[in-house]
T-cell receptor, first 114, second 114 residues
Framework: EADIYQTPRYLVIGTGKKITLECSQTMGHDKMYWYQQDPGMELHLIHYSYGVNSTEKGDLSSESTVSRIRTEHFPLTLESARPSHTSQYLC?????????????FGPGTRLTVL | GDSVTQMEGPVTLSEEAFLTINCTYTATGYPSLFWYVQYPGEGLQLLLKATKADDKGSNKGFEATYRKETTSFHLEKGSVQVSDSAVYFCALSSGGGSNYKLTFGKGTLLTVNP
């Protein structure tokens, strides 16, 4: 059973606010990821991390930033939210030894910026 | 680069009908292949996987066979249920320099009517 948590599950916020989306996993996985899922369902990798103090940008450019100070925690921050940031954000993790790079996903945060 | 092309939806079936969702891929080397499922309001869950040619992944009545000669990994189920209604994603992990990530197809929405 995968144990990866995201909070909040839903967030409605005004333009210009700073927000942090939380992601935590209790599996001790080194690799963690953030995806943005558009209304058409397609997934876009926006950030990933190989381990503590490692962060990289993904395939889709994003104004968000991430940090990885602890293995289990991989928060995503938007300094100034805009309506274009409205989306579903999914966090995932994967162990180094996983056969074929299987990823475990959290339930997602649905962000709406007014 | 790596890519996954899956059958566009939406797909609507009656309960107990046979399901096929086509998936083909382009990748360097010998990728691992996955099917993920996303139920409404949730994150992605691994449905099944195959890590080498001719392997068959199976779970919950779903099956897919890794066909290297046709670069395909089609998802099948003999008799769908209303509870199978979800979005299905085909994905690959090609290893090597890109082994940190999964490449996803665009997703196929399946609706099963009673």
């Amino acid at each position: 059973e995968a144990d990866i948590y995201q909070t909040p599950r839903y967030l409605v916020i005004g333009t210009g606010k700073k927000i942090t989306l939380e992601c935590s996993q209790t599996m001790g996985h080194d690799k963690m990821y953030w995806y943005q899922q558009d209304p058409g369902m397609e997934l876009h990798l926006i950030h990933y991390s190989y381990g503590v103090n490692s962060t990289e940008k993904g395939d889709l450019s994003s104004e968000s930033t991430v940090s990885r100070i602890r293995t289990e925690h991989f928060p995503l921050t938007l300094e100034s939210a805009r309506p274009s940031h409205t989306s579903q954000y999914l966090c995932a993790s994967s162990p180094w030894t996983s056969g074929g790079n299987e990823q475990f996903f959290g339930p997602g945060t649905r962000l709406t910026v007014l | 680069g790596d890519s996954v092309t899956q059958m566009e939806g939406p797909v609507t079936l009656s309960e107990e009908a046979f399901l096929t969702i086509n998936c083909t891929y382009t990748a360097t080397g010998y990728p691992s292949l996955f099917w993920y499922v996303q139920y409404p309001g949730e994150g992605l869950q691994l449905l099944l996987k195959a890590t080498k040619a001719d392997d068959k992944g199976s779970n919950k009545g779903f099956e897919a066979t890794y066909r290297k000669e046709t670069t395909s990994f089609h998802l099948e189920k003999g008799s769908v249920q209303v509870s199978d209604s979800a979005v299905y994603f085909c994905a690959l992990s090609s290893g090597g320099g890109s082994n940190y990530k999964l490449t996803f197809g665009k997703g196929t929405l399946l609706t099963v009517n009673p």
